[in-house]
């Protein structure tokens, strides 16, 4: 093995560098000492999207995109999924290890205690128009939490961070089927804090009468398995967004209400909303191959559910969804899209379009028929996934806020524009 470093020249004046390589990277600022003459303001690397480019030091969650891997904290996705619950993979991603029995009990206890919302969140959410997303509904509330909470801006306070980290998860569920049944013009449920967190949920979103809500435990863990499968998956376009924002120490609310921001889009949590449009757009697995030759050609839309910017292998979460997606279907009845989507899945696969560019399927080609076999209207998907997303959006603020290498993110830019134009009058302006 020869020496960590890494020689440049610049072909511009001859000169060589030597710069460390650490992790498989080398320092950015390292490459502003690389410069033509004393006023040059030295070598950037120019990275839009961030593809090549580490934000950070984690040790929240590990992703090998070639090979299919997803562990939190070291624990393989696939075991968690199958052995754990939400609320025990919530506090191991937060907190870095599995719990004791204590802590566990303990940590459930609390946020089953904070699941309560402030009589006056409920009436802001009255606010909204009847026919308000859900999404655009939990985005606004989860920043109005904020000015309940005003000492959560103490960010740097362990005691403060425990208590607010807590509040998000818990309130999370309660405001999500709020924005629901707002929509559908019925009163708010209570939690009911004898059940478990999955459990509360759906009590929350679909009890109708005063007797105790029983959830069906299949339909239960189905969606407790699925809140495991989204938790965290590293440095994503909402993580970064938490990140980013969280770095200029704001309160926790308002970062996750960004974050939350940045996952309501048709390229991140609104891609199995996008999924189940097309597949009631394709109407029949008959039209499959027209779909797919109209994708090919650039002249359609993509082929929503598939490709994924780390995984260029089957997604594993996908992978696990679509087996636990017969175990809801024996409950809910079948959902009548699967076979498009099932045929979609089979065509695409072959094709050497899909194939050449490593394209699979991702988490959220079959979510979203479970979901909408389950009774939840598209526009809640993405709501569906913010849920779960929220403990993993906090394990990574805390990890931020806590690093000494991290500062407010700002990064650079190449300035392409004019420069030094003299001010015309308007009179004298022409196009
Ligand atoms: N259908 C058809 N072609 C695709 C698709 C797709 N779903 N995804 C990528 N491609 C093609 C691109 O057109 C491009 O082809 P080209 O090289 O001929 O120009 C090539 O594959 C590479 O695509 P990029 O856009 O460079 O890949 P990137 O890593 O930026 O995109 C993304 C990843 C956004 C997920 C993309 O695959 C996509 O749009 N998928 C559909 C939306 C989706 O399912 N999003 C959910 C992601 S998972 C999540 O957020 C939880």
Redesign the pocket.
Known sequence: MGKETLSITDNRTGKTYEVAIKNGTIKAMDLRQIRTDAEDFGLMTYDP?FTNTASCQSKITFIDGDRGILEYRGYPIEQLAERSNYLEVAYLVVNGELPTKAELEQWTFEINNHTLLHENVKKFMDGFHHDAHPMGMLISTVAALSTFYPDAKEVHDPETRHLDIVRLIAKMITMAAFAYRHSLGQRYVYPDNSLSYSGNFMNMLFRMTERPYKPNPVLERALDVLFILHAD?EQ?CSANAMRSVGSSQVDPYSAVAAATAALYG????G?NE??LRMLKEIGSKDHVPAFIQE?KS?KGS????????VYKNYDPRAKFIKKMADEVFEVTGKNPLLEIAVELERIALQDEYFVS?K?YP???FYSGLIYEAMGFPVAMFPVLFAIPRTSGWLAQWLEMIQDSEQKIARPRQVYTGQRKLDYVPITERKK
């Open positions: 999207a998956h994503n048709p390229l991140h949590g891609a996008a999924v994708v650039g993509r082929l929503m559910g598939f490709g994924h910017r560019r394209l991702n988490v959220d």
